[in-house]
């Protein structure tokens, strides 16, 4: 079992910050990366292949966002629990969570792998690409419980502080999928050249090897946690009572932000494809920017949870307030690269000298979200990690699900500025996502410190 305890210098705060988010962020780059991988290999196949993938990420996201909640759920829970060194309320949680996220990732899984072909046909107006977005989206669906057990059991492990067990997971899902991605999108070595569906091959084969890999590391070297017992463990009552007040608020706020991102994709897909597929390559910057605020969210989680379950309520305050100094030196220093790069970065994806001019204007508003992004993860992470799960749910409903759409239609539909709408509806919505996310995150700070 690993020490609570918590280090009291500013350096060692930093230290535990970066023991714990480099890990995680380094996961998170991986993950984009692949995801970039897989768009260049795509791009071969032409603009269309791109577009008819990128347009099955929201449908999918809005399906993982329920196992993404019982991460978080399950990162906050094991977290406090391990800084009351109490393994068996960590395990009651974990394992609940664990059994509730195959039972439902097999239902939902069955059912949208059945209805593909419907789905996709609302998420992608574009006629030539819908019958490829068709097909990769059913093979993900039939496959999604070793995607989400994964994400699970990785949540598990980064609430109890395990990020570098996360990282060799993901290291390997990222190999499996690159390698045969290039057997069979192609056609090498003999494969078959399946295109569209060799993608979605590779990416199911990376999934299961990395749920493989994290079951086995879980395992073997958590030391605090166990998948033994994990079927036939009693449910208690109060944990499940506790498990739908936390996990089932994260699962509203994460649903609600996947269905504004949906509406916006909808939006962006009533455009033509050459200029989705430079906005879909764009917003790779983004999720760049996204992973990196994912690992400071893995630090703030883990550490606040933990000082909270130890009832070390200063502590809390000085990791956030670090965390946020560490997310703005890295948002600014990505920026920078983003804007300096972009000519570089876009040229891996077109040949057109138009596309790549387009790619880098829009590198501004990317350079611009990025700061917005990762300051507003960090905060509602530590609302979270101080038991907080409300505030976020209302934000993200306000602010993704009716400003950024609303936003977005208005500036498209009403006020034809076409992609350049969707740009400024997400810098609105996430300019307010942010502002509320400083406010909230201070009065629960104040809480917290509250005599």
Request: glycine residues 8%; charged residues 10%; hydrophobic residues 50%.
């Amino acid at each position: 079992m690993e020490s609570s305890a918590q280090p009291t210098s500013t350096s060692a705060k930093l230290k535990r910050i970066a023991a714990i988010g480099v890990p995680a962020v380094i996961e998170s780059i991986i993950s984009v990366v692949i995801g970039s991988i897989d768009t260049k290999m795509i791009s071969g196949l032409g603009k269309g292949a791109v577009s008819a993938v990128s347009f099955t990420s929201q449908p999918k996201l809005i399906i993982l966002s329920v196992f993404y909640a019982m991460g978080t759920a399950v990162s906050v829970f094991v977290a406090q629990a391990l800084g009351r060194k109490d393994s068996d309320e960590a395990n009651a949680y974990f394992q609940t969570i664990f059994r509730l996220t195959v039972i439902l990732s097999l239902i939902l899984g069955i059912a949208c792998g059945l209805l593909a072909g419907p789905i996709m046909s609302i998420c992608n107006r574009q006629p030539d690409t819908v019958g490829m977005s068709v097909s990769f989206f059913r093979i993900i669906m039939f496959f999604l419980v070793f995607n989400t057990v994964s994400i699970v059991l990785n949540a598990a492990l980064r609430g109890i502080g395990k990020t570098s067990l996360t990282l060799i997971s993901s290291i390997a899902m990222g190999a499996v999928d690159i390698f045969v991605n290039y057997l069979l999108i192609e056609g090498h070595c003999g494969f078959p050249k399946l295109g569209v569906v060799g993608d979605a091959l590779g990416t199911v084969s990376g999934m299961v090897a990395a749920c493989v890999i994290s079951i086995v590391l879980l395992s073997r070297h958590s030391g605090f946690l166990t998948l033994k017992g994990v079927f036939t463990r009693k449910s208690d009552p109060q944990v499940m009572t506790n498990v739908r007040e936390k996990a089932g608020n994260t699962v509203i706020e994460n649903l609600f932000t996947r269905i504004g991102f949906l509406l916006s994709s909808i939006i962006v897909s009533g455009l033509s494809s050459d200029v989705t597929a430079v906005y879909s390559v764009t917003m790779i910057l983004l999720n760049y920017s996204f992973s990196f605020g994912e690992g400071m969210q893995a630090s703030v989680v883990s550490l606040t949870g933990q000082c909270m379950g130890a009832k070390q309520y200063r502590e809390v305050k000085d990791y956030v307030r670090l965390a946020r100094v560490v997310g703005v030196v890295l948002s600014l220093a990505l920026s920078a690269i983003y804007i300096l790069g972009a000519r570089g970065f876009f040229s891996e994806f077109f040949q057109d000298e138009e596309a790549i001019a387009q790619g880098i204007s829009y590198t501004y508003v990317a350079a611009a979200l990025t700061l917005l992004q990762i300051i507003r993860i960090i905060n509602v992470a530590a609302m979270r990690g101080m038991g907080d799960v409300k505030s976020p749910r209302n934000m993200a409903t306000l602010c993704v699900l009716i400003i950024s759409p609303a936003v977005a239609f208005t500036l498209t539909s009403v006020i034809p500025w076409g992609v350049w709408g969707i740009w400024a509806a997400s810098l609105t919505s996430q300019l307010c996502w942010f502002v509320m996310s400083c406010i909230k995150a201070h009065q629960c700070m104040q809480r917290v410190l509250a005599p």
